[in-house]
C-alpha cells in the first residue's frame, strides 16, 4: 500500500484530531503517503483532496473538533454521489481510506467498501456510543465529563434554592451519555429510551423523594431523538404534581473541547491499528477496542446489530439513582 486517504464525517467528536495524527504517524513510519479528505464525505464527492505530513498534525493531539471539518451527507447515500466519490479516489489513486465516524458513517462505509476496490478501514468516533464492536467510542468519555461537569454545577443551584432539575444531555437514540453522566452525578432519576418509564412513575418516585428527605432533585434525560423535549416532560410533571422545576439542555456543549486522556489513548490505539490493518490488507471492517483488545467488526454488524447498554450498570441504577 502506497498510499491512503483519511476522513472524518458525522457529528464531529472530542479526539478525532488524535486519531488523525496517530494515522499520520503511523502511516509515515510505513513509507505510506497520506492525504486528507476535507469535510467528510462531501468532500470526497467534491474532491477536496489534499496530502497530510507530520507539520499538519502537530499541536492538535489536544484539540477538539476536527482539523478536516466534517459533515451529514446526504448525497453520498445515493449510488451515484458514491460513484463520484470512487472517481475522485482512483484519480488521487488512494488504494485505502480510513473513516472516523459513527452509525451513517458506516453505513456508506459498508457500500463504498462494496462498491470500490479501494481498502476501508472504519474507526469509531462519536460521543454517542451506540456503535457495536466496541467497548468505547472516541468522543464519549469526553462528552460524559462535560456532562458531569454541568450535573454537579447544576447540583450547587439546586441544592441552594432546593429545586427540581431537569438535564437534558445527547445520545440520538441511546442512552449512554445519561446512564454514565447520570450514574457519576448521583441524579434522583434518568429517563434513557432503552428503559421504558412513564410521568406517571416518575411523579410518584420524585413525590416520594420529597416527601422524605430530598429538598432538590437531578433527572438526567437522553435527548433520544427529541432535543428540548425535556420542557415537555418538566410541563408534565409540573402539571400533575405541581413541582416547579427548572430545564437545562447541554447540547452541543458536549461535542467541544479538549479530549480526556482516556479518549487521546483510544484515538491514539485505534489510528495506529486502522492504518495497520490497511497495510495488511484488511477491508470492510472498523477497528475498535474490547476488553481493552483491538477488535475487527464487519462494517455492517457495527451499525446493524444494536449496542446494548450494560447490564450490570442498568441494575445499579436503582440502587444509585434514588
Ligand atoms: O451523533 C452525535 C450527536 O451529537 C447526537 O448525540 C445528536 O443527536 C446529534 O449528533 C446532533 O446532530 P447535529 O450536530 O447534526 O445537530
Known amino acids: 500500500m502506497k498510499r491512503i486517504g483519511i476522513l472524518t464525517s458525522g457529528g464531529d467528536a472530542p ?74 479516489l482512483e484519480k488521487s489513486r488512494i488504494e485505502g481510506l480510513i473513516l472516523i465516524g459513527g452509525e451513517g458513517t458506516f ?20 460521543i454517542d456510543n451506540d456503535i457495536y464492536g466496541t467497548d468505547y467510542t472516541i468522543g464519549f468519555d469526553s462528552a460524559v465529563n462535560c456532562a458531569l461537569e454541568a450535573i454537579d454545577r447544576i447540583r450547587d443551584t439546586a441544592l441552594s434554592h432546593e429545586r427540581l432539575f431537569f438535564v437534558e444531555v445527547m445520545g440520538r437514540h441511546t442512552g449512554f451519555i445519561a446512564l454514565e453522566s447520570g450514574m457519576a452525578g448521583g441524579a434522583e432519576e434518568l429517563l434513557i429510551p432503552e428503559i421504558p418509564f412513564s410521568i406517571d412513575k416518575l411523579c410518584e418516585h420524585l413525590e416520594r423523594s420529597f416527601r422524605g428527605e430530598k429538598r432538590s432533585a437531578i433527572v438526567v434525560v437522553a435527548e433520544s431523538g427529541r432535543p428540548g423535549d425535556s420542557f415537555r416532560i418538566a410541563r408534565e410533571v409540573r402539571d400533575r404534581v405541581g413541582f416547579d422545576s427548572r430545564v437545562c439542555v447541554l447540547g452541543h456543549l458536549q461535542r467541544g473541547g479538549s479530549p480526556t486522556a482516556r479518549d487521546r489513548v483510544l484515538a491514539g490505539k485505534l489510528g495506529v491499528a486502522a492504518v495497520q490493518a490497511l497495510a495488511a490488507g484488511k477491508t470492510g471492517y472498523m477497528v475498535g477496542e474490547i476488553n481493552w483488545k483491538t477488535a475487527y467488526t464487519p462494517l455492517r454488524d457495527t451499525w446493524k446489530k444494536g449496542k446494548q447498554l450494560n447490564d450490570e450498570l442498568v441494575a445499579m441504577r436503582m440502587l444509585l439513582c434514588e
Open 15 to 88: 479526539g478525532m484530531n488524535a486519531c488523525i495524527r496517530a494515522a499520520v504517524r503511523a502511516a509515515r513510519a510505513q513509507e505510506i503517503e497520506i492525504l486528507g479528505i476535507r469535510r467528510g464525505y462531501a468532500g470526497l464527492i467534491r474532491d477536496e483532496i489534499e496530502p497530510l505530513d507530520r507539520k499538519a498534525v502537530a499541536n492538535i493531539i489536544h484539540q477538539g473538533g476536527t482539523i478536516l471539518g466534517t459533515a451529514r451527507s446526504p448525497e453520498f447515500m445515493d449510488s451515484e454521489g458514491r460513484a463520484r466519490a470512487i472517481r475522485n
Open 107 to 126: 453505513r456508506g462505509a459498508t457500500e463504498l467498501s462494496q462498491e470500490s476496490g479501494v481498502g476501508v478501514i472504519g474507526v469509531p468516533g462519536t
